[in-house]
């Protein structure tokens, strides 16, 4: 079995697109590798946030991962400034970086483009992304192709400080999540559905009511043709919901093009709303149930315990090889 790390920001509600692209991958692996999942809180107060709000999107995201079918039997999930190795590990991490390579990050170009004032983490972002990665042995990161740079300058990262101080750190191989995972916007099908979108019709959260996602699918850009078939090139808003409805159905979408056959786009967006809602009604139930759980607070303070018992491990082996401290 191999070990796999994933992180997740607590900002903004988790999307469809979220739970089909990620989750729902997050939810096999466990069964098959050794998977830590992590709330990436430090990551989000890289720009500024209202503390209350970010205290209930911590503990909000907490919930849909186990409502997701994380199993925390056999996963850990925690939440990543309650394991204090990640801002120390980061910290080494910065000292190995140079600037030159992350002011070429395209997350930092594209954040701090026309701004005058820039926080510093901003740039100093992926050192830290790095430490969260290789503190624990990581074998495979699942990361979209928007996230692959920043595996490269991890990987970059870990071989350099290899080079310097030794064979400590692990390289991680970069995973990218099987195809037909990346779930379109409903108002434009060209881009991804995405949580900052501000068309809010053209995104499904996680926690939408039954009437908010069948008036979001209802209104989702289609064409004039009225006939529903699979054509990503011409067809982009309706070969979308055909992905959408095959996700979550587990029907492949040539059987819904063949049960949609002779009907048109209302009875189509109907059927897919139908699927979207029957199958997050059970996460959305148990998502509430943990949400002012007890449990929820057992199951994370496990997570963290587990998580501080690795990281700390790999963090001794860094400061160690750097010669920081005192070493008997």
Same mark, same amino acid.
């Given at each position: 079995?191999?070990?796999?790390?994933?992180?997740?920001?607590?900002?903004?509600?988790?999307?469809?697109?979220n739970?089909?692209?990620?989750?729902?991958?997050?939810?096999?692996?466990?069964?098959?590798?050794?998977?830590?999942?992590?709330?990436?809180?430090?990551?989000?107060i890289?720009?500024?946030q209202d503390?209350?709000e970010?205290?209930?999107?911590?503990r909000?995201?907490?919930?849909i991962?186990?409502? %997701?079918?994380?199993?925390?039997?056999?996963?850990?999930?925690?939440?990543q400034?309650?394991?204090?190795?990640h801002?120390?590990?980061?910290?080494?991490?910065?000292?190995? %970086?140079?600037?030159?390579?992350?002011?070429?990050?395209?997350q930092?170009?594209?954040?701090?483009?026309?701004?005058?004032?820039?926080?510093?983490?901003l740039?100093?972002?992926?050192?830290?992304?790095?430490?969260d990665i290789?503190?624990?042995?990581?074998?495979?990161?699942?990361?979209?192709?928007?996230?692959?740079q920043?595996?490269?300058?991890?990987?970059?990262?870990?071989?350099r400080?290899?080079k310097?101080?030794?064979?400590v750190?692990?390289?991680p191989e970069?995973r990218?999540?099987k195809?037909?995972?990346?779930?379109?916007?409903?108002?434009?099908?060209?881009?991804?559905?995405?949580k900052?979108?501000?068309?809010?019709k053209?995104?499904?959260h996680?926690?939408?009511?039954?009437?908010e996602?069948?008036?979001?699918?209802?209104?989702?850009?289609?064409?004039s043709?009225?006939?529903?078939k699979?054509?990503?090139?011409?067809?982009?808003?309706? %070969?979308?919901?055909?992905?959408?409805?095959?996700?979550?159905?587990?029907?492949?979408?040539?059987?819904?093009?063949?049960?949609?056959?002779?009907?048109?786009?209302?009875?189509?967006?109907?059927?897919v709303?139908?699927?979207?809602?029957?199958?997050?009604?059970?996460?959305?139930?148990?998502?509430?149930?943990?949400?002012?759980?007890?449990?929820?607070?057992?199951?994370?303070?496990?997570?963290?315990?587990?998580?501080?018992?690795i990281? %700390?491990?790999?963090?001794?082996?860094?400061?160690?090889?750097?010669?920081l401290?005192?070493?008997?």
């Amino acid at each position: 079995m191999k070990t796999i790390f994933s992180g997740v920001q607590p900002t903004g509600i988790i999307t469809l697109g979220n739970y089909i692209g990620a989750f729902r991958q997050f939810t096999e692996l466990q069964h098959e590798e050794d998977c830590i999942f992590c709330i990436v809180d430090q990551h989000a107060i890289t720009v500024q946030q209202d503390p209350a709000e970010l205290a209930k999107t911590i503990r909000s995201l907490a919930a849909i991962y186990i409502a %997701s079918g994380i199993d925390p039997e056999k996963a850990v999930l925690f939440i990543q400034s309650e394991v204090p190795a990640h801002a120390q590990a980061g910290w080494i991490m910065q000292c190995i %970086s140079y600037i030159g390579e992350l002011e070429r990050m395209t997350q930092f170009k594209d954040k701090s483009e026309g701004k005058e004032a820039v926080s510093a983490a901003l740039l100093t972002y992926p050192p830290l992304m790095a430490a969260d990665i290789l503190l624990y042995n990581t074998e495979v990161v699942p990361v979209g192709e928007d996230q692959k740079q920043h595996l490269e300058i991890t990987r970059d990262l870990a071989e350099r400080f290899n080079k310097r101080y030794g064979e400590v750190l692990t390289i991680p191989e970069v995973r990218i999540p099987k195809s037909g995972a990346r779930i379109k916007s409903l108002q434009d099908p060209l881009k991804k559905m995405s949580k900052s979108d501000p068309n809010k019709k053209g995104t499904i959260h996680l926690l939408d009511t039954p009437k908010e996602i069948e008036k979001k699918v209802k209104s989702a850009v289609t064409d004039s043709e009225g006939v529903v078939k699979f054509d990503v090139a011409n067809k982009p808003g309706v %070969s979308n919901l055909l992905i959408i409805e095959s996700a979550l159905s587990d029907v492949s979408v040539d059987e819904l093009v063949a049960k949609y056959e002779g009907l048109g786009y209302g009875a189509f967006k109907a059927g897919v709303a139908e699927a979207i809602i029957n199958h997050l009604a059970p996460i959305q139930e148990k998502y509430y149930e943990l949400l002012e759980s007890p449990v929820l607070d057992d199951i994370l303070d496990e997570g963290a315990k587990k998580a501080n018992a690795i990281a %700390s491990v790999t963090l001794a082996k860094m400061e160690a090889a750097m010669g920081l401290g005192r070493r008997r």
